[in-house]
Nanobody
Framework: VQLQASGGGLVQAGRSLRLSCTVSGNIFRINTMYWYRQGPGKERELVALIDRDGTTEYPDSVKGRFTISRDDVEHTTSLQMNSLKPEDTGVYYC???????????????WGHGTQVTVSS
């Protein structure tokens, strides 16, 4: 199972970016999907999650600006980030709880990160 994130880049404050993450491999079911970020000198933090029923959660720092979505046919999750701020700078990672051939009971997989840099 692999998670591949894409869509990062350099953007000015106030602009938008959309990140995508594609799950591949021998999977049975994708449960909760997550986006995390790690800013310079900071610990990794959760920025969004979406359950299989579409329920979403966000921390106050991104609420109203970020929107997570998922496509269970294409096995993807996306993070639409609007009104970006310099403090949103960091490496963004996707994560997913997946029932797979290797871990039929479920396992939390991490994807490789994608860099987001917001200039002031």
């Amino acid at each position: 199972v692999q998670l591949q994130a894409s869509g990062g880049g350099l953007v000015q404050a106030g602009r938008s970016l959309r990140l995508s993450c594609t799950v591949s491999g021998n999977i049975f079911r994708i449960n909760t999907m997550y986006w995390y970020r790690q800013g310079p000198g900071k610990e990794r933090e959760l920025v969004a999650l979406i359950d299989r029923d579409g329920t979403t959660e966000y921390p106050d720092s991104v609420k109203g600006r970020f929107t997570i979505s998922r496509d269970d046919v294409e096995h993807t999750t996306s993070l639409q980030m609007n009104s970006l701020k310099p403090e949103d700078t960091g490496v963004y990672y996707c994560r997913a709880d997946i029932n797979s051939h290797q871990w039929p009971g479920g396992y939390l997989y991490w994807g490789h990160g994608t860099q987001v840099t917001v200039s002031s």
